[in-house]
Structure formats: structure tokens, C-alpha cells
């Protein structure tokens, strides 16, 4: 569906731009590179590695890639994040973003992933958010594209049920009814 994947895995990469002086995995299928050595690929693996940010990341995909704007599957699954780095919401075609085994442990990161319209299959599942009570909900409410959190499909019944958690709370307000009136 989006070609075959630019490999990066297992590299003991520090930073994204690590990935412009490494070769890619060679994998069953090879990705097809145009004239000036770019990938026409939309997928990024760049999974077990050593990556805490993503500084570098919107260069170092117009490096590699013929249309970087257009990345719609991205593995940054096993590293060291902890945040969600604004350039990721940059990405508006991304539907797969892999995140499981990392560092994120507030859920004001995930909010700002809501910006992806496309967006439909996350994983968060070994970050630390993952034990704070309603996390399936927060994430479901937060990303209302999702189809598959953490390798499980998003059911219609934990839809409304994230939107009835969601839901605010009404306060009671005093009416001003007089006591005849009761």
C-alpha cells in the first residue's frame, strides 16, 4: 500500500539525522530510489534505536524521501521519547505512528497528535501513560480517528464510552425557585 519500508532499525542511532550516513536494512523488498538517490516510499522505520527526539526529523526526511510531506507510516517504536515533537503533527498524511516502548508519560503529548487528520492506527502501549487511570479512554477521546490502539482494534462501545467519560461534569447550579413554587 505505501511501498516497501526505509529501514533504520537496530542502527544504535542518537539523533534522526544519524540516518543520512547509514544504509538501510536490506529487507525482502527494496525501495525504489529515483535518479538522485530519494526514497518513493511513504514508510519510515526508525525503531529500536537510541532516539530521545525528533530534532532534525523534517530535513532529514526531505533527504531521504522524493515527497516527504507525504509519509503515512512512521516506527519510532523502542527508543527513548518523551515527547511528542511538534514536528510530527506536520505530517498530515500520516495514518500509522508507532510509539510503544518509549518514555511518554504525560498525556498532554498525545493531544497534540490530535492535529493528524489521517491518523488512524497508534501505539502507546510500555510508556509510562499507559498505567494512569482512563488511558485507553484518554487516548481513544483524544484521537477520534483511531481505528487500532495498540494492536487492538477500537471498538463503537469504547467510542461512546470514552466520549461519556470525556463528557464534563455538570455543576449543580442553585435554582431560584422559591419554596411555594415546590
Given at each position: 500500500?505505501?511501498?516497501?519500508?526505509?529501514?533504520?532499525?537496530?542502527?544504535?542511532?542518537?539523533?534522526?539525522?544519524?540516518?543520512?550516513?547509514?544504509?538501510?536494512?536490506?529487507?525482502?523488498?527494496?525501495?525504489?530510489?529515483?535518479?538522485?538517490g530519494?526514497?518513493?516510499?511513504?514508510?519510515?522505520?526508525?525503531?529500536?534505536?537510541?532516539?530521545?527526539?525528533?530534532?532534525?526529523?523534517?530535513?532529514?526526511?526531505?533527504?531521504?524521501?522524493?515527497?516527504?510531506?507525504?509519509?503515512?507510516?512512521?516506527?519510532?517504536?523502542?527508543?527513548?521519547?518523551?515527547?511528542?515533537?511538534?514536528?510530527?503533527?506536520?505530517?498530515?498524511?500520516?495514518?500509522?505512528?508507532?510509539?510503544?516502548?518509549?518514555?511518554?508519560?504525560?498525556?498532554?503529548?498525545?493531544?497534540?497528535?490530535?492535529?493528524?487528520?489521517?491518523?488512524?492506527?497508534?501505539?502507546?502501549?510500555?510508556?509510562?501513560?499507559?498505567?494512569?487511570?482512563?488511558?485507553?479512554?484518554?487516548?481513544?477521546?483524544?484521537?477520534?480517528?483511531?481505528?487500532?490502539?495498540?494492536?487492538?482494534?477500537?471498538?463503537?462501545?469504547?467510542?461512546?464510552?470514552?466520549?461519556?467519560?470525556?463528557?464534563?461534569?455538570?455543576?449543580?447550579k442553585?435554582?431560584?425557585?422559591?419554596?411555594?413554587?415546590?
Amino acid at each position: 500500500m505505501f511501498g516497501a519500508p526505509v529501514d533504520f532499525s537496530f542502527k544504535d542511532l542518537c539523533s534522526v539525522e544519524d540516518v543520512l550516513s547509514e544504509e538501510p536494512n536490506k529487507g525482502v523488498h527494496t525501495p525504489w530510489r529515483n535518479s538522485e538517490g530519494k526514497f518513493a516510499s511513504r514508510v519510515l522505520r526508525l525503531n529500536n534505536n537510541l532516539l530521545s527526539n525528533m530534532n532534525g526529523l523534517t530535513e532529514t526526511l526531505s533527504a531521504l524521501f522524493t515527497e516527504p510531506k507525504r509519509l503515512a507510516w512512521l516506527d519510532l517504536s523502542f527508543n527513548d521519547i518523551t515527547h511528542i515533537h511538534p514536528v510530527l503533527t506536520e505530517l498530515v498524511e500520516l495514518r500509522v505512528l508507532y510509539l510503544h516502548g518509549n518514555s511518554v508519560c504525560n498525556f498532554s503529548e498525545v493531544d497534540k497528535l490530535g492535529a493528524l487528520p489521517l491518523l488512524h492506527t497508534i501505539t502507546l502501549h510500555g510508556n509510562i501513560i499507559e498505567t494512569e487511570h482512563g488511558y485507553r479512554n484518554y487516548v481513544i477521546t483524544a484521537l477520534p480517528h483511531l481505528k487500532m490502539m495498540d494492536f487492538s482494534a477500537v471498538t463503537k462501545q469504547e467510542r461512546v464510552m470514552a466520549s461519556i467519560w470525556h463528557r464534563p461534569r455538570r455543576s449543580r447550579k442553585p435554582t431560584n425557585r422559591s419554596t411555594e413554587d415546590i
